[in-house]
Protein backbone atom coordinates (compact mmCIF):
# COMPACT_ATOMS: atom_id res chain seq x y z
CA UNK A 1 0.00 0.00 0.00
CA UNK A 2 3.18 2.48 0.24
CA UNK A 3 3.05 3.27 -3.42
CA UNK A 4 -0.64 4.86 -2.59
CA UNK A 5 0.04 8.28 -1.46
CA UNK A 6 -3.30 9.98 -1.48
CA UNK A 7 -7.23 8.84 -0.64
CA UNK A 8 -7.30 9.26 -4.20
CA UNK A 9 -4.67 6.72 -5.37
CA UNK A 10 -6.52 4.22 -2.66
CA UNK A 11 -10.04 4.96 -4.82
CA UNK A 12 -8.14 4.45 -8.60
CA UNK A 13 -6.84 1.42 -7.03
CA UNK A 14 -10.59 -0.15 -5.53
CA UNK A 15 -12.33 0.87 -8.37
CA UNK A 16 -9.66 -1.87 -10.34
CA UNK A 17 -10.45 -4.35 -7.94
CA UNK A 18 -14.02 -3.94 -6.93
CA UNK A 19 -16.74 -5.50 -9.40
CA UNK A 20 -18.32 -2.18 -10.89
CA UNK A 21 -22.06 -2.59 -9.53
CA UNK A 22 -20.25 -2.36 -5.46
CA UNK A 23 -17.57 0.28 -6.71
CA UNK A 24 -20.44 2.29 -7.96
CA UNK A 25 -22.59 1.87 -5.12
CA UNK A 26 -20.13 3.39 -2.78
CA UNK A 27 -19.43 6.16 -5.37
CA UNK A 28 -22.79 7.39 -6.42
CA UNK A 29 -24.67 10.42 -4.78
CA UNK A 30 -28.47 10.73 -5.91
CA UNK A 31 -29.61 12.08 -8.91
CA UNK A 32 -28.19 14.60 -9.93
CA UNK A 33 -25.18 13.93 -7.80
CA UNK A 34 -24.88 18.11 -7.43
CA UNK A 35 -24.77 17.79 -3.71
CA UNK A 36 -21.80 14.76 -3.31
CA UNK A 37 -19.78 17.13 -5.47
CA UNK A 38 -20.27 19.69 -3.71
CA UNK A 39 -19.29 18.87 -0.30
CA UNK A 40 -16.18 18.19 -1.86
CA UNK A 41 -16.16 21.32 -4.12
CA UNK A 42 -16.91 23.44 -0.97
CA UNK A 43 -14.24 21.88 1.22
CA UNK A 44 -11.45 23.01 -1.85
CA UNK A 45 -12.87 26.44 -1.76
CA UNK A 46 -11.45 27.07 1.95
CA UNK A 47 -8.52 28.21 1.99
CA UNK A 48 -5.61 27.99 4.74
CA UNK A 49 -3.60 30.92 6.53
CA UNK A 50 0.15 30.23 6.33
CA UNK A 51 1.91 30.98 9.40
CA UNK A 52 5.82 30.83 10.02
CA UNK A 53 8.20 31.21 12.71
CA UNK A 54 5.89 29.31 15.18
CA UNK A 55 7.59 26.57 17.27
CA UNK A 56 5.86 23.44 15.92
CA UNK A 57 8.40 21.16 17.10
CA UNK A 58 5.60 18.87 19.10
CA UNK A 59 2.15 18.33 17.98
CA UNK A 60 -0.80 17.05 19.32
CA UNK A 61 -3.85 15.11 17.16
CA UNK A 62 -5.40 13.44 19.82
CA UNK A 63 -9.57 14.05 20.53
CA UNK A 64 -11.79 14.02 22.68
CA UNK A 65 -15.28 12.18 21.79
CA UNK A 66 -17.88 11.88 24.21
CA UNK A 67 -15.81 11.45 27.29
CA UNK A 68 -13.16 8.98 25.59
CA UNK A 69 -9.61 10.09 24.34
CA UNK A 70 -9.01 9.16 20.57
CA UNK A 71 -5.69 9.28 19.02
CA UNK A 72 -6.85 11.66 16.14
CA UNK A 73 -10.33 13.72 15.42
CA UNK A 74 -11.34 11.21 12.69
CA UNK A 75 -14.21 8.61 13.01
CA UNK A 76 -15.09 5.34 10.61
CA UNK A 77 -18.53 6.69 9.26
CA UNK A 78 -20.98 4.04 9.34
CA UNK A 79 -20.92 2.40 5.68
CA UNK A 80 -23.73 -0.43 4.69
CA UNK A 81 -22.53 -3.54 2.87
CA UNK A 82 -18.55 -2.83 3.08
CA UNK A 83 -18.15 -6.43 3.17
CA UNK A 84 -18.85 -6.26 -0.50
CA UNK A 85 -15.84 -4.19 -0.72
CA UNK A 86 -13.70 -7.05 0.50
CA UNK A 87 -14.46 -9.72 2.49
CA UNK A 88 -14.95 -9.65 6.37
CA UNK A 89 -14.91 -5.53 5.15
CA UNK A 90 -16.35 -4.49 8.60
CA UNK A 91 -14.03 -6.80 10.52
CA UNK A 92 -11.06 -5.03 8.59
CA UNK A 93 -12.57 -1.93 9.45
CA UNK A 94 -12.93 -2.35 12.71
CA UNK A 95 -9.45 -3.68 13.45
CA UNK A 96 -8.02 -0.90 11.56
CA UNK A 97 -9.79 2.08 13.27
CA UNK A 98 -8.94 -0.06 16.88
CA UNK A 99 -4.99 -0.27 15.92
CA UNK A 100 -5.10 3.57 15.15
CA UNK A 101 -7.01 4.77 18.49
CA UNK A 102 -10.10 5.83 16.19
CA UNK A 103 -13.83 5.34 16.61
CA UNK A 104 -15.10 2.57 13.95
CA UNK A 105 -19.64 2.68 13.75
CA UNK A 106 -20.86 -0.42 12.19
CA UNK A 107 -23.86 0.02 10.49
CA UNK A 108 -27.40 -1.54 10.53
CA UNK A 109 -26.68 -3.02 7.43
CA UNK A 110 -23.40 -4.75 7.48
CA UNK A 111 -22.56 -7.48 5.83
CA UNK A 112 -20.59 -9.00 9.31
CA UNK A 113 -23.31 -9.17 12.15
CA UNK A 114 -22.80 -7.27 15.54
CA UNK A 115 -21.97 -10.40 17.33
CA UNK A 116 -19.39 -11.21 14.20
CA UNK A 117 -18.00 -7.79 14.83
CA UNK A 118 -17.38 -8.02 18.33
CA UNK A 119 -16.45 -11.54 18.82
CA UNK A 120 -13.52 -10.99 16.25
CA UNK A 121 -12.33 -7.28 17.12
CA UNK A 122 -12.98 -7.34 20.76
CA UNK A 123 -12.81 -3.67 21.05
CA UNK A 124 -15.90 -1.42 21.72
CA UNK A 125 -17.65 -0.03 18.44
CA UNK A 126 -20.27 2.34 17.83
CA UNK A 127 -23.55 1.14 16.30
CA UNK A 128 -25.62 3.49 13.66
CA UNK A 129 -29.33 2.77 13.97
CA UNK A 130 -31.76 2.94 10.79
CA UNK A 131 -35.38 2.84 12.20
CA UNK A 132 -37.03 0.23 10.77
CA UNK A 133 -41.25 -0.20 10.41
CA UNK A 134 -41.08 -3.30 12.18
CA UNK A 135 -40.48 -1.88 15.76
CA UNK A 136 -39.64 -5.36 17.37
CA UNK A 137 -36.78 -5.74 14.45
CA UNK A 138 -35.35 -2.08 15.63
CA UNK A 139 -35.85 -3.10 19.57
CA UNK A 140 -33.74 -6.68 18.30
CA UNK A 141 -31.07 -4.47 17.10
CA UNK A 142 -30.79 -1.98 20.06
CA UNK A 143 -30.52 -4.53 22.34
CA UNK A 144 -28.23 -6.86 20.17
CA UNK A 145 -25.77 -3.61 20.72
CA UNK A 146 -26.12 -3.38 24.17
CA UNK A 147 -25.01 -6.52 24.45
CA UNK A 148 -22.28 -6.32 21.87
CA UNK A 149 -20.80 -4.08 24.34
CA UNK A 150 -21.23 -0.60 22.15
CA UNK A 151 -21.45 2.36 24.24
CA UNK A 152 -22.64 4.78 21.62
CA UNK A 153 -26.01 4.60 19.39
CA UNK A 154 -25.70 6.56 16.04
CA UNK A 155 -29.26 7.43 15.30
CA UNK A 156 -29.43 8.10 11.02
CA UNK A 157 -32.42 10.60 10.66
CA UNK A 158 -31.57 11.55 6.77
CA UNK A 159 -32.48 8.25 5.34
CA UNK A 160 -36.66 7.87 6.12
CA UNK A 161 -36.75 6.55 2.38
CA UNK A 162 -34.28 5.97 0.56
CA UNK A 163 -32.38 8.53 -2.30
CA UNK A 164 -32.28 7.72 -6.07
CA UNK A 165 -29.14 6.51 -6.94
CA UNK A 166 -29.31 5.95 -10.67
CA UNK A 167 -26.02 3.59 -10.86
CA UNK A 168 -27.67 1.25 -8.25
CA UNK A 169 -30.96 0.73 -10.64
CA UNK A 170 -28.55 0.62 -13.90
CA UNK A 171 -26.54 -1.83 -11.92
CA UNK A 172 -29.06 -4.10 -10.75
CA UNK A 173 -28.54 -3.41 -6.82
CA UNK A 174 -32.43 -2.51 -6.34
CA UNK A 175 -35.21 -4.72 -6.33
CA UNK A 176 -34.97 -6.46 -9.83
CA UNK A 177 -31.67 -8.24 -9.80
CA UNK A 178 -28.16 -7.84 -10.64
CA UNK A 179 -27.50 -7.78 -14.24
CA UNK A 180 -25.75 -10.17 -16.58
CA UNK A 181 -23.52 -7.30 -17.70
CA UNK A 182 -22.43 -7.07 -13.78
CA UNK A 183 -22.18 -10.71 -13.37
CA UNK A 184 -19.71 -10.84 -16.21
CA UNK A 185 -18.32 -8.08 -14.60
CA UNK A 186 -17.62 -9.96 -11.53
CA UNK A 187 -15.39 -12.73 -13.37
CA UNK A 188 -13.14 -9.87 -14.28
CA UNK A 189 -12.61 -9.23 -10.52
CA UNK A 190 -10.80 -13.12 -9.40
CA UNK A 191 -9.06 -12.19 -6.79
CA UNK A 192 -12.25 -10.31 -5.24
CA UNK A 193 -14.01 -13.14 -6.31
CA UNK A 194 -12.04 -15.81 -4.70
CA UNK A 195 -12.12 -13.78 -1.66
CA UNK A 196 -15.86 -13.37 -1.93
CA UNK A 197 -16.38 -17.64 -2.28
CA UNK A 198 -14.00 -17.96 0.99
CA UNK A 199 -15.89 -16.27 3.56
CA UNK A 200 -19.17 -17.49 5.08
CA UNK A 201 -20.36 -13.27 5.44
CA UNK A 202 -21.99 -12.57 1.70
CA UNK A 203 -25.66 -11.16 3.47
CA UNK A 204 -26.77 -8.44 5.82
CA UNK A 205 -25.20 -10.08 8.14
CA UNK A 206 -27.75 -7.94 11.03
CA UNK A 207 -30.76 -8.93 9.13
CA UNK A 208 -30.73 -13.25 8.13
CA UNK A 209 -32.14 -15.22 10.78
CA UNK A 210 -33.63 -12.34 12.61
CA UNK A 211 -36.47 -11.60 10.38
CA UNK A 212 -39.11 -13.94 9.46
CA UNK A 213 -39.22 -15.20 5.50
CA UNK A 214 -36.12 -13.69 4.71
CA UNK A 215 -33.70 -16.30 3.74
CA UNK A 216 -32.21 -15.15 0.15
CA UNK A 217 -30.74 -12.48 -1.42
CA UNK A 218 -34.68 -11.66 -3.20
CA UNK A 219 -36.30 -11.30 -0.21
CA UNK A 220 -33.64 -9.50 1.76
CA UNK A 221 -33.73 -6.81 -0.80
CA UNK A 222 -37.50 -6.86 -1.22
CA UNK A 223 -37.69 -6.66 2.77
CA UNK A 224 -34.84 -3.73 3.48
CA UNK A 225 -36.51 -2.14 0.45
CA UNK A 226 -39.99 -1.75 2.16
CA UNK A 227 -38.75 -1.11 5.35
CA UNK A 228 -37.12 1.97 6.56
CA UNK A 229 -39.39 3.48 8.63
CA UNK A 230 -41.09 7.01 7.06
CA UNK A 231 -43.15 7.89 10.10
CA UNK A 232 -39.97 9.03 12.19
CA UNK A 233 -40.65 11.82 13.99
CA UNK A 234 -38.93 13.76 16.91
CA UNK A 235 -41.27 11.92 19.29
CA UNK A 236 -39.70 8.79 17.78
CA UNK A 237 -36.53 10.45 18.52
CA UNK A 238 -37.13 11.42 22.21
CA UNK A 239 -38.15 7.78 23.07
CA UNK A 240 -34.84 6.15 21.82
CA UNK A 241 -33.04 8.72 24.08
CA UNK A 242 -34.94 7.48 27.03
CA UNK A 243 -34.73 4.05 25.65
CA UNK A 244 -30.47 4.44 25.23
CA UNK A 245 -28.79 4.47 27.94
CA UNK A 246 -25.63 5.27 26.45
CA UNK A 247 -24.12 7.88 24.23
CA UNK A 248 -26.12 9.20 21.53
CA UNK A 249 -25.26 10.66 18.00
CA UNK A 250 -27.92 12.04 15.66
CA UNK A 251 -26.68 12.03 12.46
CA UNK A 252 -28.05 13.43 9.06
CA UNK A 253 -28.80 17.03 10.54
CA UNK A 254 -27.93 19.73 7.98
CA UNK A 255 -30.40 22.38 9.99
CA UNK A 256 -29.98 24.92 12.68
CA UNK A 257 -33.55 24.18 13.81
CA UNK A 258 -33.18 20.15 13.96
CA UNK A 259 -29.53 20.63 15.56
CA UNK A 260 -31.50 22.85 18.65
CA UNK A 261 -34.40 19.79 18.43
CA UNK A 262 -31.29 17.44 18.92
CA UNK A 263 -30.25 19.47 21.33
CA UNK A 264 -33.39 19.76 23.35
CA UNK A 265 -34.01 15.91 23.39
CA UNK A 266 -31.15 15.47 25.05
CA UNK A 267 -28.48 13.99 22.06
CA UNK A 268 -24.99 14.02 23.19
CA UNK A 269 -23.27 14.86 19.28
CA UNK A 270 -24.85 15.47 16.18
CA UNK A 271 -23.50 14.33 12.75
CA UNK A 272 -23.67 17.45 10.14
CA UNK A 273 -24.07 15.31 7.22
CA UNK A 274 -26.64 15.18 4.25
CA UNK A 275 -24.91 11.30 3.70
CA UNK A 276 -22.44 11.66 1.44
CA UNK A 277 -24.74 13.55 -1.25
CA UNK A 278 -26.65 10.29 -1.46
CA UNK A 279 -30.03 11.36 0.24
CA UNK A 280 -31.33 15.40 -0.93
CA UNK A 281 -29.87 16.18 -4.24
CA UNK A 282 -29.72 20.14 -4.33
CA UNK A 283 -29.33 20.35 0.10
CA UNK A 284 -25.93 22.21 0.40
CA UNK A 285 -22.70 20.89 1.56
CA UNK A 286 -22.36 19.81 5.17
CA UNK A 287 -18.55 21.92 5.18
CA UNK A 288 -21.16 25.04 4.28
CA UNK A 289 -24.01 24.60 7.07
CA UNK A 290 -21.31 23.69 9.70
CA UNK A 291 -20.75 27.17 11.18
CA UNK A 292 -24.13 28.16 11.72
CA UNK A 293 -24.92 24.56 13.57
CA UNK A 294 -21.77 25.18 15.21
CA UNK A 295 -22.82 28.71 16.47
CA UNK A 296 -26.28 27.42 17.27
CA UNK A 297 -25.74 24.71 19.24
CA UNK A 298 -22.11 24.15 19.77
CA UNK A 299 -21.92 24.68 23.53
CA UNK A 300 -24.88 21.66 24.56
CA UNK A 301 -24.09 19.13 22.01
CA UNK A 302 -20.68 17.74 20.39
CA UNK A 303 -20.78 18.53 16.69
CA UNK A 304 -18.92 16.53 14.34
CA UNK A 305 -19.34 16.72 10.25
CA UNK A 306 -19.01 14.17 7.47
CA UNK A 307 -19.11 14.61 3.95
CA UNK A 308 -16.73 15.10 0.88
CA UNK A 309 -13.09 14.44 3.79
CA UNK A 310 -10.28 13.05 1.10
CA UNK A 311 -7.23 14.78 2.68
CA UNK A 312 -5.90 15.47 5.89
CA UNK A 313 -6.33 19.47 4.67
CA UNK A 314 -10.34 18.83 4.74
CA UNK A 315 -9.98 17.77 8.74
CA UNK A 316 -8.09 20.56 9.21
CA UNK A 317 -10.57 22.80 7.55
CA UNK A 318 -13.89 21.48 9.06
CA UNK A 319 -11.63 21.67 12.37
CA UNK A 320 -11.14 25.57 11.89
CA UNK A 321 -15.41 25.70 11.18
CA UNK A 322 -15.71 24.47 14.49
CA UNK A 323 -16.21 20.81 13.99
CA UNK A 324 -15.15 18.85 16.86
CA UNK A 325 -14.41 15.87 15.10
CA UNK A 326 -14.99 14.55 11.47
CA UNK A 327 -16.09 11.16 10.19
CA UNK A 328 -14.57 9.83 6.82
CA UNK A 329 -16.88 7.24 4.31
CA UNK A 330 -15.60 6.84 1.15
CA UNK A 331 -12.49 7.73 2.25
CA UNK A 332 -11.50 4.30 3.86
CA UNK A 333 -14.18 2.79 1.95
CA UNK A 334 -11.62 3.09 -0.76
CA UNK A 335 -8.99 1.87 1.19
CA UNK A 336 -11.00 -1.13 2.24
CA UNK A 337 -11.87 -2.52 -1.45
CA UNK A 338 -8.36 -1.32 -2.70
CA UNK A 339 -6.50 -3.70 0.04
CA UNK A 340 -8.70 -4.71 2.88
CA UNK A 341 -7.28 -4.34 6.31
CA UNK A 342 -3.73 -3.07 4.40
CA UNK A 343 -5.43 -0.52 2.69
CA UNK A 344 -8.09 1.08 5.73
CA UNK A 345 -4.64 1.45 7.45
CA UNK A 346 -3.20 3.49 4.89
CA UNK A 347 -5.87 5.66 4.07
CA UNK A 348 -6.10 6.24 8.44
CA UNK A 349 -2.25 6.82 7.87
CA UNK A 350 -2.24 9.57 5.16
CA UNK A 351 -5.22 11.04 6.62
CA UNK A 352 -3.51 11.53 9.61
CA UNK A 353 -0.15 12.71 7.74
CA UNK A 354 -1.68 15.51 5.85
CA UNK A 355 -3.19 16.70 8.87
CA UNK A 356 -0.24 16.92 10.84
CA UNK A 357 1.60 18.51 8.07
CA UNK A 358 -1.27 20.77 7.71
CA UNK A 359 -1.38 21.87 11.42
CA UNK A 360 2.05 22.26 11.41
CA UNK A 361 2.54 24.67 8.61
CA UNK A 362 -0.59 26.71 9.68
CA UNK A 363 0.74 27.05 12.94
CA UNK A 364 -1.41 24.79 15.11
CA UNK A 365 0.17 22.91 17.96
CA UNK A 366 -3.49 20.95 19.16
CA UNK A 367 -6.10 19.47 17.00
CA UNK A 368 -8.24 20.27 20.22
CA UNK A 369 -7.23 24.07 19.58
CA UNK A 370 -8.11 25.01 16.12
CA UNK A 371 -10.54 28.30 15.47
CA UNK A 372 -11.33 29.70 12.21
CA UNK A 373 -8.13 32.27 12.17
CA UNK A 374 -6.41 28.89 10.62
CA UNK A 375 -8.29 29.95 7.48
CA UNK A 376 -9.32 32.85 5.16
CA UNK A 377 -12.49 33.94 5.86
CA UNK A 378 -13.48 34.13 1.82
CA UNK A 379 -12.03 35.71 -1.20
CA UNK A 380 -9.05 33.62 -1.51
CA UNK A 381 -8.19 30.92 -3.85
CA UNK A 382 -5.70 28.01 -3.44
C1 LIG B 1 -21.47 3.31 0.22
C2 LIG B 1 -22.03 4.09 1.37
C3 LIG B 1 -22.88 3.47 2.26
C4 LIG B 1 -23.38 4.18 3.35
N1 LIG B 1 -24.15 3.52 4.27
C5 LIG B 1 -24.56 4.19 5.37
C6 LIG B 1 -25.28 3.50 6.38
O1 LIG B 1 -25.50 2.31 6.30
N2 LIG B 1 -25.70 4.23 7.46
C7 LIG B 1 -25.44 5.58 7.57
O2 LIG B 1 -25.84 6.19 8.55
N3 LIG B 1 -24.73 6.23 6.64
C8 LIG B 1 -24.28 5.57 5.55
N4 LIG B 1 -23.55 6.23 4.62
C9 LIG B 1 -23.19 7.65 4.82
C10 LIG B 1 -21.86 7.78 5.57
O3 LIG B 1 -22.01 7.36 6.91
C11 LIG B 1 -21.35 9.21 5.56
O4 LIG B 1 -22.36 10.06 6.00
C12 LIG B 1 -20.84 9.65 4.19
O5 LIG B 1 -20.17 8.60 3.55
C13 LIG B 1 -19.90 10.84 4.31
O6 LIG B 1 -19.48 11.27 3.07
P1 LIG B 1 -18.10 10.81 2.38
O7 LIG B 1 -18.35 9.46 1.83
O8 LIG B 1 -17.89 11.83 1.32
O9 LIG B 1 -17.02 10.80 3.46
C14 LIG B 1 -23.03 5.55 3.52
C15 LIG B 1 -22.17 6.16 2.63
C16 LIG B 1 -21.66 5.44 1.56
C17 LIG B 1 -20.69 6.13 0.61
Redesign the pocket.
Known sequence: MRESLTIEDLRRRAQRRVPRMFYD??EAGSWSESTRDA?IADLADIVFRQRVAVDISTRDLTANMLGQEFSLPIGL?????TGMQYPDGEIHSAQAAKAAGIPYVL???SVCSIEDVASTVRSPFWF?L?VMRDRGFTEGLISRAEAAGCKVL?L?LD?PIMGQRHADIRNGLGSKGISVRNLLNVATKPQWLAGILRTKRRSLGNLVGHVDGVDDAASLREWVGKQFDPSLDWDDVAAFRARWPGKLVL??ILDEDDARQAADIGADAI?V?N????QLDGAPSSISVLPSIVAAVGNRVEVYV????RSGQDVLKALSLGARAV?????Y?YGLGAGGRAGVDRAIEILKNELDQSMALTGNLSARRIDSKTIFARGHRA
Do not use: E
Open positions: YVNAPVGLSSMQYVTLKGISHGGRDGGIFVGRAT
